[in-house]
């Protein structure tokens, strides 16, 4: 099992930047992809962005493409999510999960095997 915190949640207004930080440990050997998700009061747990093991490979919902960035560091463990221009509907928890699965990329949520408690992202208009 791998152990997933994260960090740098807060409130900022409109327009403004938070870079989120996941800091993984146990079998973190084992992870693959790591993703972001978010999900805000009365709606789905929505897929945000997700990066394969070597940091070459990325994908982004529409909604966050060209302002959010994802990368990871293999060596401290950790996966980062730049956020900029942030608009009053990312407000959300934001969730950094693990897939273990080899090679694959998903979207999914369901495919995803370890997740973190989540931190809360607030915008404020």
């Known amino acids: 099992q791998v152990q997933l915190v994260e960090s740098g949640g807060g409130l900022v207004q409109a327009g403004g930047s938070l870079r989120l930080s996941c800091a993984a440990s146990?079998?973190?050997?084992?992870?693959?992809?790591m993703g972001w998700f978010r999900q805000s009061p009365g709606k789905e747990r929505e897929f945000v962005a997700c990066i394969n093991w070597n940091g070459k490979i990325t994908d982004y919902a529409d909604s966050v493409k060209g302002r959010f960035t994802i990368s990871r560091d293999n060596a401290k463990n950790t996966v980062y999510l730049q956020m900029n221009s942030l608009k009053p509907e990312d407000t959300a928890v934001y969730y950094c999960?693990?897939?273990?699965?080899?090679?694959?990329?998903?979207?999914?949520?369901?495919?995803?095997?370890?997740w973190g408690q989540g931190t809360q992202v607030t915008v404020s208009s």
């Open positions: 999960a693990a897939d273990r699965a080899p090679i694959r990329m998903t979207v999914m949520a369901t495919s995803y095997d370890d």
């Open positions: 146990g079998r973190t050997f084992s992870v693959n992809t």
